[in-house]
């Protein structure tokens, strides 16, 4: 069968189950009630996934006397919190890269603030004894062509510059951390990043928050926000929720601030997980240090090993329905998965042989600047924060800071910043939406094709500060 699947690589994914591997767990929790009638709060939590939680849970650390209800469509960590990849990033910008280009001026601090909201993360799994399989392993980022060698030998540079410490790995060192034919050079990072168990982690959160009186109510979803006296009222199927303030936090899902939808697209991003890897088949890979790992081409991977040694293996298409089209149907797209399959098997034909058990895709909120970004509605009695473009699992709990800062009227380093103070450029309407997502993924697949050599449309793209990304 080793053979078969060396020839076929889809052959490997035949036996594997279509829902996502971190939701096929016995310790996921039963829903709350959905909300039924009125309810009243100080402030009222719109979402249950990261940024929701985080945003209840650090409202009653700030002021346990405050009434919080959260509302959720269906149940906590059910889409993008409980189906990503577990990479927990100190980067609040996609990326030292990405925030050099953009915010040049604020970068010391956005790292600083950064590592100071990764080391909170840790500490509140610690205080509220959330067991999520946290590994502070680092992340290993990998050049797979000659171009990125190139590029990789720079950002190194530029991230020394402003007092980082990453270490450039030439092929023998990469080759040496993980064994791949693929890999050319790789840059380290050995303490930016931690892996988790993602939906163990919402559920954590979830937990944490019930504890410390937190309302919930899942299978609630909310349909509109209006004002109402001194108040927000959120309106859901079976009741309403009025209360002094509202976050919102609802990641790829249409916005309740009609004004906001047009800088969000959904995007699908799919992934896979293999079976547990024998002793044997871990020696013949490597891997020792359990780096969460990535390569860098501008359809990427990301991949790492999970508490049981499966290798999670996702991300390269990052697929946009025409119209923001949102659809449990969308979840599976084996033309995807067939790709993956065969992109693992070449990035390590030692693992000939190995299945996969589970496969799924889930949509993730892409804005035009790869990271959050954060407003006000209703008079300041409303804030939210969208566009964590696949790099949420930590930087939500800073988002949620925001939120917080903006709702009770603070002034804070964090609102100062001029990432928190400005918006990324829209989405133009449809059908030009589309045909701009869809052109600038056929030219970045063809810079991966042609030694990184970016055509006019990305340039141009460059020069106004837009892209498009997973």
Same mark, same amino acid.
């Given at each position: 069968?080793?053979?078969?699947?060396?020839?076929?690589?889809?052959?490997?994914?035949?036996?594997?189950?279509?829902?996502?591997?971190?939701?096929?767990?016995?310790?996921?929790?039963?829903?709350?009630?959905?909300?039924?009638?009125?309810?009243?709060?100080?402030?009222?939590?719109?979402?249950?996934?990261?940024?929701?939680?985080?945003?209840?849970?650090?409202?009653?650390? %700030? /002021?346990?006397?405050?009434? !919080?209800?959260?509302?959720?469509?269906?149940?906590?960590?059910? &889409? *993008?919190?409980? $189906?990503? @990849?577990?990479?927990?990033?100190?980067?609040?910008?996609?990326?030292?890269?990405?925030?050099?280009?953009?915010?040049?001026?604020?970068?010391?601090?956005?790292?600083?603030?950064?590592?100071?909201?990764?080391?909170?993360?840790?500490?509140?799994?610690?205080?509220?004894?959330?067991?999520?399989?946290?590994?502070?392993?680092?992340?290993?980022?990998?050049?797979?062509?000659?171009?990125?060698?190139?590029?990789?030998?720079?950002?190194?540079?530029?991230?020394?510059?402003?007092?980082?410490?990453?270490?450039?790995?030439?092929?023998?060192?990469?080759?040496?951390?993980?064994?791949?034919?693929?890999?050319?050079?790789?840059?380290?990072? %050995? /303490?930016?990043?931690?892996? !988790?168990?993602?939906?163990?982690?919402?559920?954590?959160?979830? &937990? *944490?928050?019930? $504890?410390? @009186?937190?309302?919930?109510?899942?299978?609630?979803?909310?349909?509109?926000?209006?004002?109402?006296?001194?108040?927000?009222?959120?309106?859901?199927?079976?009741?309403?929720?009025?209360?002094?303030?509202?976050?919102?936090?609802?990641?790829?899902?249409?916005?309740?601030?009609?004004?906001?939808?047009?800088?969000?697209?959904?995007?699908?991003?799919?992934?896979?997980?293999?079976?547990?890897?024998?002793?044997?088949?871990?020696?013949?890979?490597?891997?020792?240090?359990?780096?969460?790992?990535?390569?860098?081409?501008?359809?990427?991977?990301?991949?790492?090993?999970?508490?049981?040694?499966?290798?999670?293996?996702?991300?390269?298409?990052?697929?946009?329905?025409?119209?923001?089209?949102?659809?449990?149907?969308?979840?599976?797209?084996?033309?995807?998965?067939?790709?993956?399959?065969?992109?693992?098997?070449?990035?390590?034909?030692?693992?000939?042989?190995?299945?996969?058990?589970?496969?799924?895709?889930?949509?993730?909120?892409?804005?035009?600047?790869?990271?959050?970004?954060?407003?006000?509605?209703?008079?300041?009695?409303?804030?939210?924060?969208?566009?964590?473009?696949?790099?949420?699992?930590?930087?939500?709990?800073?988002?949620?800071?925001?939120?917080?800062?903006?709702?009770?009227?603070?002034?804070?380093?964090?609102?100062?910043?001029?990432?928190?103070?400005?918006?990324?450029?829209?989405?133009?309407?449809?059908?030009?939406?589309?045909?701009?997502?869809?052109?600038?993924?056929?030219?970045?697949?063809?810079?991966?094709?042609?030694?990184?050599?970016?055509?006019?449309?990305?340039?141009?793209?460059?020069?106004?500060?837009?892209?498009?990304?997973?």
């Amino acid at each position: 069968m080793s053979q078969a699947i060396a020839a076929d690589p889809a052959r490997a994914l035949v036996h594997a189950e279509p829902v996502p591997f971190w939701l096929d767990d016995p310790a996921r929790p039963a829903a709350a009630p959905a909300l039924a009638g009125d309810e009243h709060a100080d402030l009222a939590v719109v979402g249950g996934g990261y940024c929701g939680l985080w945003t209840a849970l650090l409202a009653k650390e %700030r /002021d346990p006397g405050r009434d !919080v209800v959260l509302v959720e469509a269906r149940e906590a960590g059910w &889409a *993008a919190s409980g $189906r990503n @990849g577990g990479f927990c990033s100190s980067s609040l910008t996609h990326g030292f890269g990405n925030g050099l280009a953009r915010w040049p001026g604020e970068i010391a601090e956005l790292e600083r603030l950064g590592t100071r909201n990764l080391d909170g993360i840790e500490d509140a799994l610690r205080r509220y004894g959330i067991d999520c399989d946290w590994e502070r392993t680092g992340e290993l980022n990998v050049a797979t062509r000659p171009h990125q060698v190139r590029e990789l030998r720079d950002e190194a540079e530029e991230m020394r510059r402003h007092g980082l410490s990453p270490e450039f790995l030439d092929i023998e060192q990469v080759r040496a951390e993980v064994a791949s034919p693929t890999y050319l050079a790789g840059l380290l990072d %050995r /303490d930016g990043t931690a892996l !988790v168990n993602p939906a163990r982690l919402a559920w954590g959160l979830r &937990a *944490a928050c019930l $504890r410390l @009186g937190v309302r919930i109510y899942e299978r609630t979803p909310a349909t509109s926000l209006s004002t109402r006296g001194a108040g927000v009222t959120v309106t859901t199927a079976y009741g309403r929720v009025t209360a002094r303030r509202v976050a919102l936090a609802t990641n790829a899902f249409p916005s309740l601030v009609h004004r906001v939808r047009p800088y969000v697209v959904p995007v699908y991003d799919y992934a896979m997980v293999t079976e547990p890897l024998t002793d044997d088949q871990l020696a013949a890979i490597g891997w020792r240090n359990r780096h969460g790992m990535s390569d860098s081409g501008s359809q990427f991977h990301y991949y790492r090993l999970t508490a049981d040694n499966r290798i999670l293996w996702g991300g390269y298409d990052a697929v946009y329905h025409y119209g923001s089209r949102v659809s449990a149907d969308l979840d599976q797209r084996p033309v995807t998965f067939r790709v993956l399959a065969g992109n693992f098997f070449r990035t390590f034909p030692q693992l000939e042989g190995v299945r996969f058990t589970h496969t799924w895709g889930g949509v993730i909120d892409t804005c035009t600047r790869f990271s959050a970004f954060f407003g006000t509605a209703a008079q300041g009695r409303a804030a939210y924060a969208l566009g964590f473009t696949g790099l949420g699992v930590g930087a939500t709990r800073f988002a949620a800071q925001v939120i917080l800062d903006r709702l009770d009227g603070l002034d804070t380093p964090r609102t100062r910043l001029a990432m928190v103070r400005t918006k990324p450029v829209p989405f133009p309407p449809e059908p030009l939406r589309w045909l701009g997502i869809e052109l600038t993924r056929r030219s970045m697949a063809s810079a991966d094709r042609n030694g990184g050599r970016r055509n006019l449309w990305l340039r141009t793209m460059d020069t106004l500060g837009l892209g498009f990304d997973s």
